[in-house]
């Protein structure tokens, strides 16, 4: 009798549980981000739909589909205890005005052929976080993260007074979700029970929106079956990336997702440019070009600190 061969060791198994986690969490990471990148065809398809009536869609599936997914995780509980806090449901409430009207602009943007302006602002968001470091939190920069946003504030004044119009897209999508991340920062809720909260904020004006849209024949929702599918898909494509990004900080450093975040710009940047034909003339390159190289100061500094601070505990 032949002795039994012995079983080839997969990658899988040659990996160990904190390989495998922080796998995971990259995976995920970049699933979270690739999403928001590629979610700007999706909207593409509803540019017959005014940007109001789509965010009342978006803010009414969103409540659907998080509630439906916290139902069967079980975790109800968590929305039980956030509606018993009047202080943390005001502090939802402020967040839910800033991602509201991020969705907003950046519905409004792409819908209205200004994709180029959505990937300036997703862009120059990091550093515009610094900034809401130092003047709200008394943070105090390096010396590349003065670098930093010393060069980033070149290349939005470069924009402003060269080009045509004050870039207030690109500065509105940033400013919005910088000052929607520092308070989220601060309201001690995970990030899908939150998002449904901050929805459901506004689900009801939501509702009657959309109501008075039908009653007065303007609805788009009952056009076409398709348009109906395509707005209640709105949900989906708001939930997805989130249940995603939530899976990612929980697995790997935050360091490691503030590198994996330029990818959604940067696919929404060649998408703008090969797919939609939105034409970039040498000045706005070299704006983009200013800010590539302020993250690349950016992320090297924030990388280096993570490093020194996992020497230094180790």
Do not use: C
């Not at 978006?58 to 109800?76: A, C, H, Q």
């Not at 509201?100 to 602002?121: K, P, R």
């Not at 997805?240 to 935050?254: C, D, K, M, V």
């Amino acid at each position: 009798m032949s002795a039994n061969p012995q079983p080839v060791p997969s990658s899988e198994t040659n990996l160990s549980a904190e390989q495998r986690i922080a796998r995971d969490g990259v995976i995920a990471a970049l699933g979270a981000y690739g999403f928001w990148g590629f979610v700007i065809i999706f909207y593409k398809l509803l540019v017959h739909v005014p940007a109001l009536e789509i965010i009342a869609h978006r803010i009414v599936w969103t409540v659907v589909m998080i509630g439906v997914y916290l139902l069967f995780r079980n975790r109800l509980g968590e929305l039980y205890r956030a509606y018993k806090n009047p202080k943390l449901l005001a502090k939802l409430a402020l967040a839910s005005v800033l991602v509201g009207t991020n969705w907003l602009i950046f519905i409004w943007a792409v819908t209205n052929g200004m994709v180029l302006e959505t990937s300036f602002g997703y862009f120059i968001n990091p550093l515009v976080n610094v900034a809401i470091g130092v003047f709200f939190l008394s943070e105090k920069l390096s010396k590349p993260q003065l670098v930093a946003v010393g060069i980033a504030t070149f290349a939005v004044i470069v924009q402003a007074t060269a080009l045509d119009g004050f870039p207030w897209i690109a500065l509105s999508l940033a400013g919005s979700f910088g000052f929607y991340g520092f308070v989220r920062k601060k309201i001690d809720i995970a990030a899908t029970p939150g998002l449904f909260v901050e929805a459901s904020t506004f689900l009801f004006l939501a509702l009657g929106y959309l109501v008075y849209l039908e009653m007065q024949g303007m609805s788009s929702f009952t056009t076409s079956w398709n348009t109906a599918g395509l707005l209640a898909l709105t949900g989906v494509t708001t939930a997805i990336p989130l249940i995603l990004f939530g899976a990612a900080t929980r697995r790997i450093q935050y360091s490691t997702i503030g590198l994996i975040q330029y990818l959604a710009p940067t696919i929404s940047f060649f998408l703008a440019i090969y797919l939609y034909g939105e034409e970039i003339n040498n000045l706005e390159l070299f704006t983009f070009v200013l800010i590539w190289i302020s993250l690349a100061i950016y992320t090297t500094d924030a990388v280096r600190r993570a490093t020194r601070k996992r020497v230094l505990k180790s």
